[in-house]
């Protein structure tokens, strides 16, 4: 099957705890993503890889980084969640840059207590 | 930067009756995609729609839209709204071509057909 896969489906920890998640896709794409989706909805694109380079990398707080080791595979790591870190992260991919449609993973569902 | 405007909040129909969902976006790029993604609840966001062409219409699964650059706009149609269309849509924008990798999306649409 090919797809976007993500693990875990869901994470519930406590404030100040390292979190990681995981993304891969074997849809043969060399363009990986992270999106956070929050509580309204709200989508913001957070990381993008080309190829394992790092290319986008909006305003996000120095406790997430995402750690790409081939161009299948995106990891986030979030050193030490805070509150506002609950939301769903989603991870996507296509092939290529600039308009090419993106192909999205189920998403991860983070809970900070 | 980039930013894409959608009708807010929750749309309610009821079913039979046309679908009209708002998208106008800002960009300094004269050439942007253009996109409409839809999420179901518990499924993944998908693209439904995507154009670069200036007027003319795409159409997907019964759904259209029309890029508008006169006006900026990208507003998704369809004339017969279904039970099924329950769903979050997403209007989206990327400039072409280039290293551009970077999707801005509108706040989302929550559009709920009722029988």
């Known amino acids: 099957e090919t797809a976007v896969f993500q693990t875990p489906n869901y994470h519930v920890t406590q404030v100040g705890n390292e979190v990681s998640f995981n993304c891969k896709q074997t849809l043969g794409h060399d363009t990986m993503y992270w999106y956070k989706q929050d509580s309204k909805k709200l989508l913001k694109i957070m990381f993008s890889y080309n190829n394992k380079q790092l290319i986008v990398n909006e305003t996000v707080p120095r406790r997430f980084s995402p750690q790409s080791s081939d161009k299948a595979h995106l990891n986030l790591r979030i050193k030490s969640v805070e509150p506002e870190d609950s939301a769903v992260y989603l991870c996507a991919s296509s092939p290529g840059l600039g308009g090419r449609e993106q192909y999205f993973g189920p998403g991860t569902r983070l809970t900070v207590l | 930067g980039d930013s894409v405007t959608q009708t807010e909040g929750l749309v309610t129909l009821t079913e039979g009756l046309p679908v009209m969902l708002n998208c106008t976006y800002q960009t300094i790029y004269s050439n942007p995609f253009l996109f409409w993604y839809v999420h179901y609840l518990n499924e993944s966001p998908r693209l439904l729609l995507k154009?670069?062409?200036?007027?003319k219409r795409t159409e997907h699964q019964g759904f259209h839209a029309t890029l508008h650059k006169s006006s900026s706009s990208f507003h998704l149609q369809k004339s017969s709204a279904q039970l099924s269309d329950s769903a979050l849509y997403y209007c989206?924008?990327?400039?072409?071509?280039?290293?551009?990798?970077?999707?801005?999306f509108g706040k989302g649409t929550k559009l709920s057909v009722k029988s």
């Open positions: 989206a924008l990327t400039p072409s071509g280039g290293s551009n990798a970077k999707l801005t």
């Open positions: 154009s670069s062409t200036d007027n």
